[in-house]
């Protein structure tokens, strides 16, 4: 089993020393970066932030070597260090560093709902799905675990917003929990945005009932049939993925 890291907590003040760790993840980054890489990925991202083109797998392997020597005196010196490399980044792989720092291993005493201002605030200021969805689908959840009643009042409340992406974190919240997924706060995290016409609402939606639907497929085939005049033709699709793949279900409700 690894061992947990045993290095000294960084020293301060702590906006240098976040200067410095954001000036040394961007220096690897350029380094392995590709050009090309970066404008594809720009223009399929729609990203008005360039890439340094990186791909994931050497984008993890300078994470992990950039933040080798960190610890924190406090769940809360963490959150400093993420906001500020989110808020400070020049390149999109900047901000995946921070979601990346956001969600180590060794950060569980990170996961509670003090935590939930700064993942709205990244969630609110990135609006687009490689960042909605990561928070989403593998940080959320591990709030929820720990503090169901907080995290079940605060994802009503976000599921309500005027802001889509705080809508769309709600619904996927629970995406791998399997059954310890709630099927009361899926419901009622899907119900405000069931007529909405925005795309990435309607596909998260479905999304979170495909992924219901390999532990309990029958109940999500109900859910669809029940509220066939309220889902869109997309996220009955996606809902009933496998049913049509399989021949379960020949035609959408």
């Not at 990925?41 to 890439?51: D, G, N, Q, V």
């Not at 260090?81 to 808020?87: D, E, I, S, T």
């Not at 709600?170 to 945005?193: V, Y």
Request: net charge positive.
């Amino acid at each position: 089993m690894a061992q947990r890291r045993t290095a000294s907590p960084l020293p301060s003040p702590p906006v240098e020393r976040s200067a410095t760790l954001l000036a040394r993840l961007r220096s690897a980054l350029a380094a392995a970066g590709d050009a090309e890489r970066a404008e594809g990925a720009r223009a399929y991202m729609k990203s008005a932030m360039p890439y340094h083109g990186v791909a994931a797998t050497p984008q993890r392997a300078i994470f992990r070597e950039s933040f080798a020597d960190l610890t924190f005196p406090s769940a809360e010196a963490r959150r400093e260090m993420v906001l500020y490399l989110w808020r400070n980044a020049a390149y999109r792989e900047e901000r995946y560093a921070a979601l990346w720092l956001a969600g180590d291993l060794d950060a569980i005493e990170f996961h509670t709902t003090a935590v939930l201002p700064m993942y709205e605030e990244m969630i609110v200021t990135g609006a687009w799905w490689d960042y909605v969805d990561e928070i989403a689908t593998h940080r959320l959840p591990a709030v929820l675990k720990r503090d169901r009643a907080k995290m079940t009042r605060a994802m009503l409340a976000w599921s309500r917003d005027e802001n889509l992406w705080k809508r769309r974190a709600s619904i996927l919240c629970q995406l791998p929990l399997k059954r310890e997924t709630d099927l009361d706060l899926l419901q009622a995290c899907m119900a405000p945005s069931l007529g909405s016409r925005e795309f990435f609402l309607r596909k998260a939606i479905g999304w979170a009932l495909r992924q219901y639907a390999r532990t309990d497929a029958g109940w999500v085939e109900r859910y669809v049939r029940e509220h066939a005049a309220e889902l869109s033709g997309l996220s009955k699709r996606e809902a009933l993925k496998a049913h049509l793949k399989s021949g379960a279900i020949t035609e959408l409700p």
